[in-house]
């Protein structure tokens, strides 16, 4: 068992989160296509519930990464989003969100996205807490493990580069 500040690691699966919303005509624009902030709003939410099913914490959002949208999500689509702890650092997570539509009557599933969510663990007073060691379960957890702290590598750097330039 993997301890930091002893407190004992978990696995991503641990935090796993599934969730599934119909596409209503009140999320889309004219056209038919669920709005993309709709979706996103939908995956900061997934995200974070993952987050705090690890953390056992209230969290909040500090970066998403890019986030395509490979195909559009229609009025009447069944949007699932799969969530959960991708990679940690002492107080911080991110979780990768899996989005998927998926058409109720055809049964036609359609990967619409993924994202990569950061969120911060914080206690009762607001301040950040360390948060439990993500233990890899599998090699698939590994090299996710692995992606995770190079994007948070390229985060850092960003932040850094962008801060010397002021």
């Known amino acids: 068992m993997s301890m930091i500040d002893n407190i004992p690691g978990k696995s991503s699966r641990a935090s ?7 596409m209503q005509p009140q999320h ?7 709005h993309g902030g709709r979706i996103m709003k939908l995956v900061d939410e997934a995200g974070a519930l993952a987050g705090m099913r690890h953390a056992q914490q209230r969290v909040v959002t500090v970066a ?15 949007v699932t989003l799969t969530a959960e702890v991708s990679c940690v650092g002492r107080t911080s997570m991110e979780t990768e969100v899996q989005v998927e539509a998926e ?11 993924t994202a990569y969510v ?23 957890d590994h090299e996710r493990m692995e992606a995770g702290k190079n994007r948070q ?6 932040i850094r580069n962008k ?3 002021k």
Do not use: C, W
């Open 64 to 78: 998403v990464d890019q986030m395509t949208f490979h195909q559009p999500i229609r009025i009447g689509d069944l």
């Open 28 to 34: 889309a624009n004219s056209f038919g296509n669920v």
């Open 103 to 113: 058409n109720p009557i055809t049964g036609v599933r359609t990967h619409t996205n």
């Open 118 to 140: 950061v969120y911060v663990a914080l206690d009762k007073e607001g301040e950040p807490v360390v948060v439990p060691p993500l233990i890899p379960e599998t090699e698939s």
């Open 16 to 22: 796993r989160i599934n969730s599934s919303q119909l």
């Open 153 to 158: 590598a390229h985060r850092l750097t960003r």
């Open 163 to 165: 801060n010397s330039n």
